[in-house]
């Protein structure tokens, strides 16, 4: 792990031709993450396999790097956010790259899976760096804003060595702990939620025009259901599988099964596309099959041959 003296030498030896920060990716999303920089008057120095994509930021003052080998010479942090894990591990292997990693905290704000990360970190160290593992909750226009969610996990000293530059991106930056699989795995169950949300609400858009209504009635639908009403009932399927008692429930999975079957045949008559209530009978019914009919909903994805958990 690097000392404070080991950083604080590191930024002074490297601050003769050196930015505050180097970032590696200048998609939508790494370029919304270089424009809070400058907003703020960050020195940055920046790197894209496609130059044009980063002319704009050049521009605005951003330095950019002859190549990726100069681009992590010119920061002791590097924070990258490419299209994924793999894209990363073969543009920092390069021996012109790797070589020079030691001594320096990467950033990796791309998303990916725990595992990716655990294995990335590990790597990482090998190489003598140190690294944080970030997940970005919002889209590149909020990047920036009080509202900008990034978590971040790994070792909370080399955070806290970060922390003040990266708020500039994210009003709600937030350590998650030390384990450096937290902020994927976080990233990934919020993923899961917003698919589930995102995928109920273009079907619900289907059965507004398949019944020649506007599609923005799902808006109201939404409002009347209120975000806490939805809130409470996760939070009661959530303390139901803490505790795996899914009696006396609010929902059954028989009623559950009844809504699906009718969303389902409503989807059929209409002839419109079935894969979501398809979806949503199939994982019912399981249940059903696995005799949980009168159980709470929150019983639904139980692997089979756990039954006894009940
Ligand atoms: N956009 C969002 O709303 C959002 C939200 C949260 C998290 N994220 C995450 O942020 C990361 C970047 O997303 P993005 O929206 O910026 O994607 P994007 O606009 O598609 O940018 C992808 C970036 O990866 C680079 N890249 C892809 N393949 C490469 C390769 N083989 N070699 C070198 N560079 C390569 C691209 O370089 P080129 O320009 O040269 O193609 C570009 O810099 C992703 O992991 C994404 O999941 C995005």
């Known amino acids: ?54 002319d704009p930021l050049v521009k605005k003052g951003a330095d950019f790097a002859a190549d990726l080998s100069s681009a992590v010479n010119s920061s002791p942090i590097i924070l990258i956010c490419l299209k994924d894990y793999q894209v990363t591990n073969d543009l920092l292997s390069a021996e012109s790259v790797r070589s020079n990693l030691a001594g320096r905290i990467i950033v990796q704000l791309s998303s990916g899976t725990p595992d990716e990360a655990r294995k990335l970190s590990d790597w990482i160290n090998e190489n003598g760096a140190e690294y944080l593992d970030g997940t970005i909750s919002v889209y590149p226009p909020q990047i920036g804003t009080g509202e900008a969610a990034i ?42 939620v917003l698919f589930g949300a995102y995928l109920g609400a273009l079907h619900a858009a289907r059965i507004c025009q398949a019944e020649g209504l506007d599609i923005k009635l799902i808006l109201n639908s939404l409002e009347s259901a209120d975000l806490a009403t939805f809130n409470a009932a996760v939070l009661d399927m959530l303390e139901r599988i803490e505790s795996k008692n899914y009696d006396k429930p609010e929902a059954s999975i028989e009623t559950g099964t009844d809504g699906a079957r009718v969303l389902l045949e409503h989807a059929r008559s209409m002839g419109i596309n079935t894969d979501f209530p398809d979806c949503a009978f199939k994982t019912f019914r399981e249940g059903i099959e696995m005799g949980f009919q009168k159980k709470d909903m929150a019983a639904l994805f139980l692997i089979k041959g756990k039954i006894r958990d009940l």
């Open 1 to 54: 792990m690097l000392t404070d003296l080991d950083f604080n030498k590191n930024v002074e030896l490297k601050n003769e031709a050196m930015s505050e920060i180097t970032l590696i990716g200048m998609g939508s999303m790494g370029s919304a993450l270089a424009r809070a920089f400058l907003e703020e008057d960050h020195q940055i120095t920046i790197w894209n396999r496609t130059k044009s994509k980063a």
């Open 151 to 192: 978590l971040i996990s790994g070792s909370e000293k080399t955070f806290r060595q970060c922390e003040k530059l990266l708020k500039v991106l994210a009003g709600q930056l937030k350590f998650v702990g030390e384990p450096i699989g937290g902020a994927a795995a976080h990233g990934l169950a919020s993923g899961s």
